[in-house]
């Protein structure tokens, strides 16, 4: 005998009360996290005990960000539009950074402007969705030190942003599978569960890949995309960006033209301003 559908109120109030977290939250919280890793760049370089604790309070910000791009990918009304802006903004920091003396290494918002480019083609299912390989290949050949373009994070950035776009499939499809299991309302559950399986699944898949590149870097410490993240001894504490992740609510929070430019220009001109304190003040 078929249970009957259960029909309950479509209402946000349902929705877990402890996802407290909202998009705003997660960008102010990659920010200090960031400031924080580049205040050990500019200042205690020379210090490997103070510079090694500010990089690991520093390695939550790259899995925040990605998993707030990818968040864009799926709620951007323009995702070229989206990830133009953070190439450009990319490739301003990379400037930034060669004249300030630190070379040439890539950084993480360019490597974002490439997942969202690579992951918003995927998205589209059509016959474009191929050429969504080119910026992906981009960012796995910027291990190699023959290729002529840096990204920060390589193949490490790739495989995050793509384990984030994941689960949010997944996390859409359990809420399929449950409401087919149990016969309760869909609409509910997605007004009611959604978010919170949809972070679940995105941090199980970063835990996963988290381990596995952490035991791919005892296995192979001299493999190319684990040279440049400052060996997983630190890399693994970007695990802890998880924590956040769990309570994040799929709200925007505070939005406007006032904080998104702010978001966009504080990148490369905290740096400049760190590096000019840094000449000052050393």
């Known amino acids: 005998m078929k249970k009957e559908l259960i029909k309950t109120e479509n209402n946000e109030s349902f929705q877990p009360k402890y996802l407290k977290l909202s998009h705003f939250s997660l960008l102010i919280i990659a920010m200090i996290a960031m400031t924080i890793n580049h205040v050990g760049t500019f200042f205690f370089h020379d210090d490997l005990s103070i510079v090694r604790t500010l990089y690991t309070i520093g390695r939550i910000a790259f899995p925040l960000y990605a998993f707030i791009s990818v968040q864009g990918v799926y709620k951007s009304s323009n995702n070229l539009e989206y990830s133009l802006r953070l190439i450009v903004l990319g490739l301003l920091i990379d400037l930034v950074m060669f004249f300030s003396n630190h070379g040439y290494n890539g950084n993480a918002m360019f490597e974002l402007g490439l997942g969202v480019l690579a992951l918003s083609l995927f998205k589209r299912n059509d016959g474009f969705s191929l050429l969504g390989l080119i910026p992906a290949a981009v960012m796995v050949l910027s291990d190699f030190e023959y290729f002529p373009i840096r990204a920060e994070y390589g193949t490490y950035g790739l495989a995050i942003m793509l384990g984030f776009y994941f689960g949010e499939k997944f996390g859409s499809y359990y809420i399929d599978?449950?409401?087919?299991?149990?016969?309760?309302?869909?609409?509910?559950?997605?007004k009611s569960s959604l978010r919170k399986y949809q972070n679940i699944f995105s941090i199980v898949i970063f835990i996963i890949l988290s381990i596995l590149f952490s035991v791919l870097s005892l296995l192979?410490?001299?493999?190319?995309?684990?040279?440049?993240?400052?060996?997983?001894?630190?890399?693994?504490y970007a695990i802890i960006a998880s924590v956040f992740i769990f309570f994040y609510s799929g709200k925007q929070g505070i939005h406007n033209a006032f904080t998104q430019g702010f978001f966009y220009l504080y990148y490369p001109l905290h740096i400049v301003l760190l590096y000019y304190l840094s000449l000052w003040l050393l």
């Open 177 to 190: 599978y449950y409401a087919s299991l149990t016969k309760i309302d869909k609409d509910y559950l997605i």
């Open 220 to 236: 192979y410490p001299n493999a190319f995309f684990i040279n440049k993240l400052l060996g997983f001894q630190i890399q693994d």
